[in-house]
T-cell receptor
Framework: KQEVTQIPAALSVPEGENLVLNCSFT??????LQWFRQDPGKGLTSLLL?????REQTSGRLNASLDKSSGRSTLYIAASQPGDSATYLC????????????FGKGTKLTVNP | DTAVSQTPKYLVTQMGNDKSIKCEQN?????MYWYKQDSKKFLKIMFS???????INETVPNRFSPKSPDKAHLNLHINSLELGDSAVYFC????????????FGDGTRLSIL
């Protein structure tokens, strides 16, 4: 059974800092892993989807890496801005051919001006 | 030109009532989902439809019945509402199932009195 864990649960940093959010998963037989952003009172916005054949995926100041062998993914945010403040969730397929996504509980990021 | 739209945004009702939440996507996607996010912000899938066909049906009380009249719509009907049904319900869609990024609506906050 796939379990997704995100550490830390909350993170507060000053503006301009580079930071890393961590995600670990128990079933490494995954085809991909997704990172989402959730703003208060809003739905999720897909940030990056990394296929299992890739090790990294980049979009602007965001870089996500995937290491299936260790069951880990990281989301790197460069030069953080107050507008980056949100909850970041990672999600991995449930495995066993299931189409379900299993979500972590998220990391709540606050970037202070 | 909202991609995934849900109505209503807020729903406050009495225990025992029956209510529906509507979802529409204009992205041309063939797969739609319903998720439940509880008070602890934990997001779990409830149902998934692909081209109007039920693909995923999690362990959800049969008081919850999804209906997909066409591939652009996936509505959620809930009978005999209970206090534990209070949550935020998110609709999402994707093209080609879980291998592609999912696009979320802004959620429907359901509060049971």
């Amino acid at each position: 059974k796939q379990e997704v864990t995100q550490i830390p649960a909350a993170l507060s940093v000053p503006e301009g800092e580079n930071l890393v959010l961590n995600c670990s998963f128990t079933d490494s037989a995954i085809y991909n892993l997704q990172w989402f952003r959730q703003d208060p009172g809003k739905g999720l916005t897909s940030l990056l989807l990394i296929q299992s054949s890739q090790r990294e995926q980049t979009s602007g100041r965001l870089n996500a890496s995937l290491d299936k062998s260790s069951g880990r993914s990281t989301l790197y945010i460069a030069a953080s801005q107050p507008g980056d403040s949100a909850t970041y969730l990672c999600a991995a397929p449930a495995g066993g051919g299931s189409e379900k996504l299993v979500f972590g509980k998220g990391t709540k990021l606050t970037v202070n001006p | 030109d909202t991609a995934v739209s849900q109505t209503p945004k807020y729903l406050v009702t009495q225990m025992g009532n029956d209510k529906s939440i509507k979802c529409e996507q204009n992205l041309g996607h063939d797969t739609m989902y319903w998720y439940k996010q509880d008070s602890k912000k934990f997001l779990k899938i409830m149902f998934s439809y692909n081209n109007k066909e039920l693909i995923i049906n999690e362990t959800v009380p049969n008081r919850f019945s999804p209906k997909s009249p066409d591939k652009a719509h996936l509505n959620l009907h809930i009978n005999s509402l209970e206090l534990g049904d209070s949550a935020v319900y998110f609709c999402a869609s994707s093209q080609g199932g879980w291998v592609q990024p999912q696009h979320f609506g802004d959620g429907t906050r359901l509060s049971i009195l």
